[in-house]
């Protein structure tokens, strides 16, 4: 699942990354326009998606103040009621607020929970016309002369939809239409206003519909632009942190056996000698040498001794349980596990395991005077740090136990208390 979602995001980024081209880094300005025109304004298909999810996020959070400033200003022309049209204002007033506030209001509370972007958008668009219209309905009610100007507000309530609500394109426009087709029959219909007259204030709210549908447009671009430039700084944080870890694996891991390198040994031997020191805990070390390796190389090349390797590496590093417990490529043939609150005794099992381990890999080496197979041999040593102690002790005590190991037969544990 979480797969499927990584593939998803890396196609997405994809698309984004070609469309990114197109927009925010066009060779020449206006034909780069013009191409995002001809793809008619829209990312691809998962993108889109995304980007209208995370529109719709931000519309859903603003939603309910939005709403409430409308109810406000919608409900505050009320008080122009008694003088524009005297003699419906009470009707005026049942209309305003026994119908289009309640709508206004159940449209702003439940628009988080509708369910379906449509459905939200219907939602929207449904207010937005019935708080437009009502005020033709009422102008036409009233027969006073000022009521010719009542209806002026349906070009606000216009505006209000398209830029302020952010509605999508296609619900601004057929809002947009649907009151401008009313506003016109309205003014047609309406006594005492002069042909002239009528077309001019029509004339007028085209243009500022006009005007707000192209804001609304160039709103969306400007939007789009910004979730592009989100999503690429995103993308390349993304790859940031990526190369970051990475960087960090690779300075601490020996790339040939993927086990910890001498550095991370050094860096982490330091600080358990510290611990180890302060607890006065026990602290083992084990070296470990492949035996006869250089024969090894010598008869089956070196493609087969790092291979040889890795395996081996694999085998010592399965032993150890403790999170605490290291193993490190010290280099070469030689392999070094850190055993932190362990004595002698215990770390001698876990050689004893891990010599096992090697030998159980049952690699073929036969030019080995030890065994038909790759074996290793093991120093182990133990010690409570004290003062006037250094870790360089420990390291020569596993060495001189290893050199023990080697010298009384490879293939074995030799182990020692550090003093
Ligand atoms: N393939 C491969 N070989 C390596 C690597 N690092 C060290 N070697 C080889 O390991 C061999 C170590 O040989 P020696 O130090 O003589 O030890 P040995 O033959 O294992 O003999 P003993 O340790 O005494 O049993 C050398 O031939 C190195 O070239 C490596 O990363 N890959």
Redesign the pocket.
């Known amino acids: 699942m979480a797969r499927d979602k990584l593939v998803a995001n890396q196609q997405v980024i994809s698309v984004m990354l070609n469309e990114s081209v197109t927009l925010s880094a066009p060779p020449s300005g206006a034909s780069q326009e013009k191409q995002f025109w001809r793809q008619s304004g829209k990312f691809s298909t998962p993108m889109e998606d995304d980007f209208q999810r995370e529109v719709e996020r931000l519309r859903r959070r603003r939603i309910e103040r939005t709403g409430i400033a409308a109810i406000i200003i919608y409900g505050a022309f009320a008080l122009s009621d008694q003088v524009m049209v005297p003699d419906v204002y009470l009707m005026a007033w049942a209309i305003r607020f026994i119908i289009v506030v309640p709508v206004m209001l159940v449209s702003t509370v439940f628009y988080r929970h509708f369910k379906s972007a449509g459905a939200r958008e219907l939602a929207l668009a449904l207010c937005t016309i019935i708080t437009g219209a009502s005020l033709p309905v009422i102008a036409a009610l009233s027969s006073h002369p000022n009521a010719v100007h009542y209806q002026t507000g349906i070009t606000l309530v216009v505006l209000f939809g398209n830029i302020i609500l952010n509605q999508r394109l296609r619900s601004a426009v057929a809002t947009s239409v649907i009151l401008g087709v009313l506003y016109a029959f309205s003014l047609h219909a309406m006594r005492g206003m002069s042909a002239p007259i009528a077309l001019s204030n029509w004339m007028f709210f085209f243009a500022a519909v006009s005007i707000s549908l192209f804001a609304c447009v160039r709103m969306d671009q400007d939007r789009r632009r910004a979730y592009l430039a989100h999503c690429r700084e995103e993308e390349r944080n993304a790859q940031l942190s990526e190369a970051v870890a990475k960087l960090e694996r690779l300075s601490v891991q020996d790339t040939?056996t993927q086990l910890y390198n001498r550095r991370e040994f050094d860096r982490r031997f330091a600080l358990e000698w510290g611990r180890a020191r302060r607890d006065l805990a026990p602290l083992a070390l084990v070296i470990v040498?492949?035996?006869?390796?250089?024969?090894?190389?010598?008869n089956y090349g070196?493609?087969?001794?790092?291979t040889?390797?890795r395996k081996v590496a694999e085998a010592l590093s399965s032993v150890p349980r403790r999170s605490s417990d290291l193993v490190a490529r010290f280099?070469?043939?030689e392999f070094v596990v850190l055993l932190p609150e362990t004595a002698l005794e215990e770390a001698g099992k876990i050689a004893e395991r891990m010599r096992i381990a090697v030998l159980q890999l049952q690699i073929p080496h036969a030019h080995s005077p030890?065994a038909a197979v790759v074996t290793a041999?093991f120093g182990v040593a133990a010690m409570v740090p004290t003062a006037g102690m250094r870790e360089a002790d420990l390291l020569a005590a596993a060495d001189g136990a290893l050199y023990r190991a080697?010298a009384e037969g490879?293939n074995r544990v030799n182990g020692i208390v550090a003093a």
Not at 289 to 298: A, E, H, Y
Not at 302 to 306: I, L, R, Y
């Open positions: 040939l040498d492949v035996d006869c390796f250089k024969p090894f190389n010598d070196h493609p087969a001794g790092d040889c390797l280099g070469g043939e030890v041999s080697k490879r």
